[in-house]
């Protein structure tokens, strides 16, 4: 579909979105919001729409199913925290600030590695390049790529396993 068709599609189909979503989410601010939405996702396919039945099928079905969506939101956002629920909370922040200082411990490990080991692990790891890839930017073989690789996560798993046995 054409952004021209699209535009005068939309024309026809705003007032009908804007109903259902009124009646759907009975908050003119959040149906707003809901048209909106429902408009935006029928753009971003509006190449793939072939002709204005099919639009208004898909438009009803997107505008309910994003309603749907708000309104499980709703219920979900009422809950209080509970005693329960605040401990649940305070592990959360217990466990992400652990997450964090695991990352810091690994990039410093990383980072403590040997020059090339360090440089092949990355580009492995952070980059997803292949072996092959690897060797050819670095001028190497493959079969040094590997070995390297090898030797990196070695001294990482023995850096590792010092680091929990403390």
């Given at each position: 579909?054409?952004?021209?068709e ?7 189909l705003?007032?009908v979105?804007?109903a ?11 149906a ?11 753009w971003?396919?509006r ?10 099928a ?8 994003l ?10 956002g009422?809950?209080e ?14 466990w ?15 980072d403590g590695?040997?020059a ?8 492995s ?7 092959s ?7 190497i073989?493959e079969?040094?790529?590997r070995?390297?690789l090898?030797k ?12 929990e046995?403390k």
């Open positions: 579909m054409k952004d021209s699209f535009c005068r599609l939309v024309k026809q705003r007032p979105i804007a259902v979503s009124l009646r759907l989410l009975d908050d003119r601010d959040e707003e919001d809901n048209t909106q939405d429902t408009l935006l996702r029928m971003t396919v190449d793939r729409i072939d002709d204005d039945s099919s639009a208004r898909l438009a009803l079905v997107v505008c309910r199913n309603g749907i969506s708000k309104l499980r939101c709703r219920k979900t009422l809950v925290l509970t005693g329960d629920l605040q401990h649940l909370t305070e592990r959360c922040a217990q992400c600030m652990e997450e964090k200082e695991n990352a810091e411990w690994l990039a410093e490990s990383i590695l040997p090339s080991q360090m440089t092949v692990l990355k580009m790891q952070q980059e997803g390049l292949e072996n890839e690897i060797a050819e930017i670095l001028g073989e079969v040094t790529v070995s390297t090898s990196a996560r070695k001294a990482l798993l023995a850096k590792l396993r010092d680091r046995g």
